[in-house]
């Protein structure tokens, strides 16, 4: 795939600061970036927004927004404040996206995380809307389920988005989170048609991994076929850009300029968006 079509996640360079992310991408042909509020805790979000753009980089999300259940309504509340203040932040930065982990809190039962999350959304989608920020669910792998996410399988996402039908409500595919589901093509055919595919996310899945969370691998490293999904989500229509999200230990303790390198490389076989 041609790299104007790519976007980094500021999280995949972890230990650069927002001003080497961008100079980095912009450096490797990359066209977007997705901002972690992690990288750009404590910086004028204003003067980042300009680097974006002098740059030369599409913004295309905030990284992360959700996080919406609790055991009390104190916690729950928070979440909606916290939420908010990330809308903020996107409206500042100039991304038109907030992507949402939505939030599973230990303790309690799945169905209670999960209507704790409709109602988390519920209440924040009028601010998302007055400041024009899309917002994207993006369910996770069911071994996230009791602590990270109640939302574990595109059809999950498919089925809450559907029922609070508001338009800047979708969903962000993440090929590590959804490349075990049978009927997984199904499904980001049912996500397209309905207008909900809001974002695609690509890194792999090994199933030898050292960690749960930091060990992620470069598209072909893994079992999740990301060239056989990526080929669903284009023949569905999705024309947006193809994002890079590892988590990696061992990527991380690289020189991030070759990591770049090799993340530009494991990208090639994949699929620009198609042009009318």
């Not at 990359?30 to 990288?39: D, K």
């Not at 991030?256 to 042009?275: G, R, T, V």
């Amino acid at each position: 795939m041609d790299l104007h079509h790519a976007a980094i996640h500021t999280f995949t360079t972890k230990p650069w600061s927002i001003d080497q992310c961008i100079d980095g991408y912009a450096r490797h042909g990359f066209g977007g970036i997705s901002v972690w509020r992690e990288t750009v805790a404590g910086q004028d979000l204003g003067r980042v927004r300009k680097k974006m753009s002098d740059a030369g980089l599409a913004g295309v999300s905030l990284v992360r927004g959700g996080f919406f259940t609790g055991k009390t309504k104190e916690q729950r509340d928070a979440a909606i404040v916290e939420n908010r203040k990330a809308i903020d932040e996107a409206e500042a930065l100039g991304l038109p996206m907030i992507v949402l982990v939505c939030g599973a809190t230990p303790g309690q039962i799945p169905s209670d995380n999960f209507l704790q999350i409709e109602q988390g959304l519920e209440e924040i989608l009028p601010y998302a809307e007055a400041a024009g920020i899309r917002l994207a669910v993006e369910p996770l792998h069911p071994m996230y389920a009791g602590d990270r996410s109640a939302v574990c399988s595109l059809r999950d996402a498919n089925d809450m988005v559907e029922r609070l039908a508001h338009p800047l409500l979708g969903i962000a595919v993440d090929v590590y989170h959804v490349w075990w589901e049978l009927d997984l093509q199904e499904q980001i055919d049912r996500c397209a048609d309905e207008e909900h595919l809001f974002a695609f996310h690509v890194c792999d899945f090994k199933p030898d991994m050292s960690h749960v969370l930091l060990d992620r691998g470069l598209p072909g490293e893994g079992v999740a076929n990301v060239g056989v999904i990526d080929t669903w989500v284009r023949d569905a229509g999705f024309a947006g850009m193809t994002e890079v999200e590892i988590f990696s230990n061992r990527y991380w303790a690289e020189d991030q300029d070759e990591f770049l390198k090799k993340i530009a490389a494991s990208l090639q076989p994949l699929k620009n968006p198609y042009q009318d």
